[in-house]
């Protein structure tokens, strides 16, 4: 079975310190995303990659940073956390749109990290 | 400004009865997906159902089939015979062509169904 895998369900940090939240995807997909979830808000885009070592901002980048030193592997940092940041944290993967076809991309999705800092 | 608006923030319903979710979408992109997400409470993101824009036809997926209005630019979902299992969370989300070719998903607000006994 096809699968995201992030390494942390619940993690608790405290203000200040540099988190990082892992995402591991074993289906070979080129893209992969960071999100968070916030209650009335949705999922919001924060970082994405499309290839090794490429990655692109989303809609809310302030705060974090990424790393995508494998294709496999999408790693999510908060440089210095803040309480602001206390969210669920959403990873996903999908394939690379190829000219002209229209699938559904294979969008897949990990279980979540829900990060509380104190 | 491209956007995926739910206004339904909760929603209740019979157990056997059909219910419909809304969502509207806006976009400049003659060329866009649209998907329907399930959160149960457990947290995952589950696929239901995925309309490309120049599918002629509306998607179905067994009991979920989406309402595809083009020229109102709305994508509902209709959940047929609901069951208790279909409590959860539902997400209208829309893919956009990335510069590189990426597509990023946009996410709606969400509703919370609820279907009671």
């Known amino acids: 079975d096809v699968k995201v895998t992030q390494s942390s369900r619940y993690l608790v940090k405290r203000t200040g310190e540099k988190v990082f939240l892992e995402c591991v995807q074993d289906?070979?997909?080129?893209?992969m995303f960071w999100y968070r979830q916030d209650p009335g808000l949705g999922l919001r885009l924060i970082y994405f990659s499309y290839d090794v070592k490429m990655k692109e901002k989303g809609d809310i980048p302030e705060g974090y940073s990424v790393s995508r030193e494998k294709k496999e592997r999408f790693s999510l940092i908060l440089e210095s956390a803040s309480t602001n940041q206390t969210s669920m944290y959403l990873c996903a993967s999908s394939l690379w749109a190829r000219t002209g076809v229209f699938t559904n991309y294979g969008y897949t999705f990990g279980s979540g990290t829900r990060l509380t800092v104190v | 400004a491209q956007k995926i608006t739910q206004t339904q923030p909760g929603m209740f319903v019979q157990e056997k009865e059909a219910v419909t979710l809304d969502c509207t979408y806006d976009t400049s992109d003659p060329s866009y997906g649209l998907f329907w997400y399930k959160q149960p409470s457990s947290g995952e993101m589950i696929f239901l159902i995925y309309?490309?824009?120049?599918?002629?036809q509306n998607a179905t997926e067994g009991r979920y089939s989406l309402n595809f209005q083009k020229a109102r630019k709305s994508a509902n979902l209709v959940i047929s015979a609901s069951q208790l299992g279909d409590s959860a969370m539902y997400f209208c989300a829309m893919r956009l062509r990335g510069s590189s070719n990426t597509g990023k998903l946009i996410f709606g607000q969400g509703t919370t169904l609820q279907v009671k006994p």
């Open positions: 289906m070979d997909h080129e893209n």
């Open positions: 309309q490309g824009s120049y599918d002629q």
